[in-house]
């Protein structure tokens, strides 16, 4: 539509007109009524790490929403071979690819030709790996796609008990939300529905991890964290800049929306690599943007703590993988929660208007070098089509403008001297220069949590 959409400043403006007319109504019906719901569960701690069937796509049998046993199987173990499980990547989701049926007593099935060993016996599997396993399902009648096959597969709509106490027994550890069905239809229902789903789960007797696709939008951002761990406040992220770019838009648009332990703001999937080949190719990855993109993006959302579900074939890993998904000092800095979450402290201004821009965020104490007292890692990032050179200042960081700080490259860990004041560097067209700020100073106290 050509029409212009207005919604509040610090929501999001990055949505399509279509979208913004949705989140207006379900707001509007959320607020009608309330109850208190709260995702008490202990979990969430930390922003989950992980990897996701969405986008892997690397067997011959494999099309997106198409997964099976041995691909998730294979996933784990090349997680626990290249060191991502030893950083703390343990989720192994499965989107909407695993469902068949409900038997005769109402109950979900898993596909039995996809998975013959049964989602309890690949949860055990998986468990005994050290691995965490999880599920998808719809809050409406069905889920969004067959998966290839030529029936619908069915939602979880009127079976919430049933449907957290079947994943409960299964011995499932995160379920994701997901919200199609005739339920896209009955915004009356959005609310209550993720209230009630959410209540099924925590009722279930086991603590599973909660994501919602929709469910900001019905509660709004400061209740959302009452009925999830993670939540979705943006369309679909895919394997293009374009997509990229509308995800952090709307990350800066959550003005005073920081995670915390137990809730987490979630920017959706990675696709770091390169997304599976459909129709199949016999390589592992047909990427849909450049290597700079993909570090600019990894770099975003780890500083700003979204969880970080890799949806690429990691049993292939390409040399922007390790460069990313393995990059210890990120990952550490990503599952720590001594400092508020990073976001985007200052626009730079550039011959392209609103294009360059300074990201970061405090370093905790247990991070900081010796003999330093005040720590950044910050991205100096590039979203338009030419080379800029990007200055982040010491204001920035509540530095004074004489104090002298250390520079690193995060990528390579290699030195980059001394800087007084501010600092700058040239970046590539949709690229990030990412380094590490280390000073003697005493650190600003808006910087730290604890």
């Not at 393995?326 to 402290?345: A, C, D, I, M, Y």
């Amino acid at each position: 539509s050509d029409s212009p959409c207005i919604l509040p400043s610090d929501q999001i403006h990055a949505l399509d007109c279509g979208m913004r007319l949705v989140w207006i109504a379900a707001m509007a019906v959320g607020h009608m009524g309330r109850s208190a719901v709260a995702m008490d569960n202990g979990l969430g701690l930390t922003p989950p790490l992980g990897w996701s069937t969405w986008m892997t796509c690397g067997d011959p049998t494999c099309g997106h929403d198409v997964c099976n046993e041995d691909e998730v199987k294979g996933a784990a173990l090349a997680m626990a071979a290249n060191g991502m499980q030893k950083l703390g990547y343990v989720y192994v989701n499965m989107d909407d690819c695993w469902a068949s049926h409900r038997n005769s007593s109402g109950a979900l099935t898993a596909d039995p030709v996809r998975f013959p060993s049964g989602i309890d016996g690949l949860a055990e599997w998986l468990h005994a790996r050290g691995f965490k396993l999880g599920v998808y399902t719809s809050a409406g009648n069905v889920t969004c796609s067959s998966g290839g096959r030529p029936y619908p597969i069915p939602g979880s709509r009127g079976h919430y008990d049933l449907d957290a106490l079947t994943f409960a027994s299964w011995g499932v550890d995160y379920v994701k939300l997901d919200w199609c069905g005739d339920i896209k239809k009955d915004l009356l229902a959005g609310r209550k529905a993720h209230e009630d789903f959410a209540a099924a789960m925590n009722a279930s007797g086991r603590a599973m991890y909660l994501e919602v696709v929709a469910g900001y939008f019905f509660t709004g951002p400061k209740e959302v964290a009452k009925i999830a761990n993670s939540w979705r406040f943006c369309e679909d992220h895919h394997d293009a800049w374009k997509s990229s770019v509308e995800q952090l838009i709307c990350r800066t648009d959550q003005v005073g929306i920081a995670g915390a332990p137990g809730g987490w703001p979630f920017m959706d999937l990675l696709m770091t690599g390169g997304q599976g080949c459909s129709p199949f190719s016999k390589v592992a990855h047909c990427p849909g943007q450049t290597d700079d993109e993909y570090k600019t993006i990894f770099a975003l959302w780890s500083l700003t703590q979204s969880p970080m579900i890799v949806a690429t074939d990691v049993r292939t890993m390409t040399s922007v993988m390790n460069t990313t998904l393995l990059n210890s000092e990120l990952v550490t800095l990503h599952q720590s929660t001594n400092t508020v979450p990073g976001k985007r402290l200052a626009l730079w201004a550039c011959t392209e208007p609103l294009s360059c821009e300074v990201w970061g965020r405090g370093l905790p104490s247990p991070m900081l070098s010796a003999g330093q007292s005040t720590g950044w890692i910050v991205a100096l990032v590039n979203r338009g089509k030419d080379l800029h050179s990007i200055t982040v200042k010491w204001s920035d960081l509540g530095l004074g403008p004489q104090e002298v700080a250390t520079v690193h490259s995060v990528w390579d860990g290699s030195s980059l001297g001394n800087a007084t004041g501010s600092w700058s560097a040239d970046v590539p067209s949709h690229g990030t220069v990412l380094v590490r700020f280390e000073s003697a100073a005493m650190p600003d106290a808006t910087a730290t949590r604890l």
